[in-house]
């Protein structure tokens, strides 16, 4: 039986795989473990189809390293403590390398799996490659995300998606065999979405669909009469979700209830994993409406608590009753904004020094080279505030932080302008 297109075209070292030039390229930090030999336990984080199975079996390819894999869907605490033993017994007859073990979707292991693997990580009994969709952060228990590096996987660029497509017209033996002219690649990298399986899948499938021994011409209106004609094939796996979840965070940043819990709908319809849709309010909740509204940011973290709990169908309830509230609260970015400026002034000016008056003076030395000298405490001060500068020299005056105008944020912004005029005083 034929493979489909993205297994027959699955790159098989360095040198074909396309992408993630941050981590493989030259010089960078993958790239150097690889050649160095000195592998660590990783987790690959990133979207579908970027190359996280690629790149594990390739790094095991070029280090010859024996290499064990399970997917977290359908293996049990049982299945990873004999993968465990089995490395155990043969490091104890070979002084060969310790071998990976590849967790695919290793988000999906609960608390008891991933705990048995941490004394064979810590030991260095195996290398652990794990590979998630999902915010290692999130779903990995803290002891096994302490013992391993997170590289984070982007999703391919149109240059990628181009190199991949002329790959495969040149060198897949089968579409070789037919005449295939491609006219336009709009439609082909846009419901690509970024992911390398999805883009020779939706080529895959209008090849296919062309009977004829006639040219295949592939342009923006095949490819889209192809993909409404093949849509279970398609989405069978959720695969177009970022369409969906970007019209559902604008729908609730626009204020508007009802499209935003119709396309969560869509969504849980969709098969789609009700955690994802969770975090999103969490971070929504806290980018868009902010300070304006200070507990939604608590509400969409109790619903995550909630629907990690309960899970679905019931989870759809906590989740339509936050997305309504969050649709329905004022709208502020500030913090947001405060937080992206903050950063980048801190690129900027990296290496400023603390005043003395605000640095601690834990030791004698300290305290006669003028450390914390100047300091003082708010608490002594009427209104529990005393006029002292706290950002580094050359930045008086400087502010982050552009109250907007709402309820909750025109109160705090007078507050402010008694304490800091000379920051809020406009």
Same mark, same amino acid.
């Given at each position: $039986?034929l493979?489909?297109?993205?297994?027959?075209? +699955?790159p098989?070292?360095?040198q074909?795989y396309?992408g993630?030039?941050?981590?493989v390229g030259?010089?960078? &930090?993958?790239?150097?473990m690889?050649?160095?030999?000195?592998?660590?336990s990783?987790?690959l984080w990133?979207?579908?189809g970027?190359?996280k199975?690629?790149?594990?079996?390739i790094?095991?390819?070029? =280090?010859?390293?024996?290499f064990?894999?399970?997917?977290?869907v359908?293996?049990g605490?049982k299945?990873?403590?004999?993968?465990?033993d089995?490395?155990?017994?043969k490091?104890l007859?070979?002084n060969?390398?310790?071998? /990976?073990l590849?967790?695919? *979707? &290793?988000?999906?292991?609960n608390?008891?799996q991933?705990?048995?693997?941490?004394?064979?990580?810590e030991?260095?009994?195996?290398?652990?490659i794990g590979?998630?969709t999902e915010?290692?952060?999130?779903?990995?228990i803290?002891p096994?995300?302490s013992r391993?590096q997170?590289f984070?996987?982007?999703?391919? !660029?149109?240059?990628?998606?181009? &190199?991949? =497509?002329d790959?495969?017209?040149?060198?897949?033996?089968?579409?070789?065999?037919?005449? /295939?002219?491609i006219?336009? %690649?709009?439609?082909?990298?846009r419901?690509?979405g970024?992911d390398?399986?999805?883009l020779?899948n939706?080529l895959?499938?209008v090849v296919d669909s062309n009977l004829?021994g006639?040219? /295949?011409?592939?342009?923006?209106?095949?490819? %889209? !009469?192809?993909?409404? *004609?093949?849509v279970a094939? #398609?989405?069978?796996?959720? !695969?177009?979700?970022?369409?969906?979840i @970007?019209?559902?965070?604008?729908?609730?940043r626009? @204020?508007?209830?009802?499209a935003a819990?119709?396309?969560m709908?869509?969504m849980l *319809?969709?098969g789609?994993?009700p955690?994802f /849709?969770?975090?999103?309010?969490?971070?929504?909740a806290a980018e868009d409406?902010?300070?304006?509204?200070?507990n939604a =940011?608590?509400?969409?973290?109790? %619903?995550?608590?909630i629907?990690?709990s309960?899970? $679905?169908?019931?989870? +759809?309830i906590?989740?339509?009753e936050?997305?309504i509230?969050?649709a329905?609260?004022p709208?502020?970015? @500030?913090? #947001?904004?405060?937080?992206?400026?903050a950063?980048?002034?801190?690129?900027k000016?990296?290496?400023?020094?603390?005043?003395l008056?605000l +640095?601690?003076?834990p030791t004698?030395? $300290?305290?006669? =080279?003028?450390y914390s000298?100047?300091?003082r405490y708010?608490?002594d001060f009427p209104?529990?505030?005393?006029?002292?500068?706290?950002?580094p020299?050359? $930045?008086?005056?400087k502010?982050f932080?552009?109250?907007?105008?709402?309820r909750?944020?025109?109160?705090?912004?007078t #507050?402010?302008?008694?304490?800091?005029?000379?920051? #809020?005083?406009?």
């Amino acid at each position: $039986m034929l493979a489909p297109l993205p297994e027959r075209m +699955r790159p098989k070292n360095l040198q074909e795989y396309v992408g993630q030039r941050h981590l493989v390229g030259d010089g960078c &930090i993958m790239r150097n473990m690889i050649d160095s030999g000195n592998l660590s336990s990783f987790i690959l984080w990133g979207p579908p189809g970027v190359g996280k199975t690629t790149l594990a079996r390739i790094i095991s390819e070029t =280090l010859d390293r024996e290499f064990y894999t399970l997917s977290a869907v359908s293996s049990g605490v049982k299945d990873v403590r004999e993968v465990i033993d089995a490395a155990k017994a043969k490091s104890l007859f070979s002084n060969a390398a310790a071998p /990976i073990l590849f967790i695919d *979707e &290793i988000h999906r292991f609960n608390k008891a799996q991933q705990d048995a693997l941490l004394g064979a990580v810590e030991s260095g009994t195996v290398v652990l490659i794990g590979a998630t969709t999902e915010n290692p952060s999130f779903e990995v228990i803290t002891p096994l995300l302490s013992r391993c590096q997170v590289f984070v996987l982007k999703s391919l !660029e149109q240059a990628d998606l181009k &190199i991949l =497509l002329d790959r495969a017209l040149s060198c897949d033996e089968v579409l070789k065999e037919r005449n /295939i002219r491609i006219s336009e %690649t709009d439609a082909l990298f846009r419901q690509s979405g970024g992911d390398a399986r999805k883009l020779l899948n939706i080529l895959e499938i209008v090849v296919d669909s062309n009977l004829s021994g006639d040219t /295949i011409v592939i342009d923006n209106r095949s490819v %889209t !009469e192809c993909l409404q *004609e093949n849509v279970a094939i #398609y989405d069978k796996d959720g !695969e177009m979700h970022y369409d969906i979840i @970007s019209a559902f965070i604008k729908s609730v940043r626009g @204020s508007d209830p009802n499209a935003a819990v119709y396309w969560m709908a869509r969504m849980l *319809e969709g098969g789609e994993d009700p955690l994802f /849709i969770a975090r999103r309010l969490c971070i929504l909740a806290a980018e868009d409406i902010g300070l304006a509204n200070p507990n939604a =940011l608590l509400l969409a973290n109790s %619903t995550f608590q909630i629907v990690h709990s309960i899970g $679905m169908p019931e989870a +759809r309830i906590p989740l339509s009753e936050c997305a309504i509230y969050l649709a329905s609260s004022p709208k502020s970015n @500030s913090a #947001y904004l405060a937080i992206n400026e903050a950063i980048e002034c801190a690129k900027k000016d990296s290496v400023a020094p603390v005043p003395l008056y605000l +640095r601690n003076a834990p030791t004698k030395l $300290m305290e006669e =080279l003028g450390y914390s000298d100047g300091y003082r405490y708010a608490h002594d001060f009427p209104g529990h505030f005393a006029d002292l500068e706290f950002m580094p020299s050359g $930045m008086e005056g400087k502010a982050f932080y552009e109250p907007q105008p709402n309820r909750h944020e025109d109160g705090l912004k007078t #507050y402010l302008m008694s304490c800091w005029p000379k920051y #809020y005083s406009k």
